[in-house]
């Protein structure tokens, strides 16, 4: 979001016409404190949301391998139900994961023009705490279950 307009003030000096406007017009409209900047930044951040899931999680494999291990998921049929089904499933939590990134990557934006301007975050930095936290938490819950299976093993 940042580079075109970056890209442009490094050649303003000197600017006329049809490159004059695209500055100006990238400077008034789509300045990182603007709603349309926000706006485009919280659908691009859902988008490449969308995206990743679609690159990172292959269905099919995922079906394919539970048909292979003799599972199934109670009430679906293996094969091309189980692809249906999974990619429902994922439809649904890549959803509410995007729209929830996508907030969090405005969330500065909100904050500092609510006017609380004493604790400014950035979205990325924000991101990286959020994962980090929950990653702590299932580090911490694994090791309290690994706690309590150690007294069922018997030497």
Known sequence: MILPQQALTWFQHGQTGWAASTALFMQTYFGPNTVLYNIVYFLLVVAFTFFYSAVVVNTRDIADNLKKSGSFIPGIRPGQPTV?????????????AAIYLGILAVLPSLQRDVGLNGLYIGSTSLLIVVGVALDSITQIEARLAMRDYRGFIKK
Not at 84 to 95: G, Q, S, Y
């Open 84 to 96: 249906d089904h999974i990619n429902k499933i994922l439809l649904r939590i890549t959803t509410a």
